[in-house]
């Protein structure tokens, strides 16, 4: 099982949440959208060798988190997941624009000049920026394009690129990224529920639940039996996780 976006520190009470996620063994990656939520964010998950905590800075924040950019530049340095970083096109944050793109290009090109990093990408209305930058600084990062909602020709960009997707309920849910999905290699799609913030009937999708809820529909989607699709996705974790160990530099 896996989730590999949600905010862990932002549910109700991510200590219980925590044990949980041990009790069953679902692959996390915990994502943050402040530097300073970064610590106390990794000391949840501490002694959980499946949850993998991210350093982020959340494009809708970036205006008021430029201060915090040293201590983020410092945590990306010594983290190998990454997120949630990104780019976010709508109206209302247009005037943090460059500020947005300060961050997620530094982002990239020092996680690239650590050898590479996991990445949780966030791109809503933004999908050409941010392909346009990962086109320019991807280097050896492993991007994940998290609830990609682009063109179907941005999509086939950035399959191209060699991007990852995490798909989720809320993703499903619609008609519009299930045509994306579908266009998607399977080969690429790793699973994630943007928790606590996707919610279904006011409660919030937990880890575990990605895959039960995920698997019947791309069972549909793929023409494949639920048990090919949940190999398949136990597949291409254990991919990216390879390229995670290539991409670390070899100890001198
Ligand atoms: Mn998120």
Redesign the pocket.
């Known amino acids: 099982m896996m989730d590999l976006?949600c905010?862990l520190d932002l549910y109700p009470n991510p200590s219980a949440l925590v044990r949980e996620i041990r009790s069953r063994g679902t692959v996390t990656f915990s994502?943050t959208t402040t530097p300073s939520a970064y610590r106390q964010t990794k000391a949840l998950a501490c002694g959980v060798d499946h949850i993998y905590t991210g350093i982020g800075l959340h494009p809708q924040i970036a205006g008021q988190r430029q201060g915090e950019m040293g201590s983020f530049e410092d945590y990306v340095r010594v983290a190998d997941f990454v997120g949630?970083i990104g780019l976010d096109g709508g109206p209302e944050f247009k005037s943090t624009w460059p500020a947005q793109n300060a961050i997620f290009e530094k982002a990239l090109s020092l996680a690239d000049s650590c050898g590479g990093k996991v990445l949780s990408i966030?791109s809503r209305r933004a999908a050409a920026p941010v392909l346009a930058v990962l086109r320019r600084l991807l280097g050896r990062n492993s991007a994940i394009l998290?609830w990609f909602s682009g063109t179907p020709m941005q999509l086939d960009e950035a399959i191209e690129l060699g991007c990852w997707f995490s798909v989720g309920p809320a993703m499903l849910a619609g008609k519009k990224g299930r045509d994306l999905v579908a266009r998607m290699p399977v080969d690429r799609i790793l699973l994630e529920t943007?928790g606590p913030?996707a919610r279904i009937d006011d409660e919030p999708y937990y880890p575990w639940q990605a895959e039960q809820i995920c698997t019947p529909v791309l069972a549909s989607i793929f023409d494949m039996n639920a048990a090919s699709v949940a190999r398949v996705y136990k597949d291409n974790l254990h991919s990216l996780l390879v390229e995670l160990r290539k991409q670390k530099p070899r100890a001198p």
Do not use: L, P
């Open positions: 976006h905010h994502v949630e966030h998290h943007d913030f």
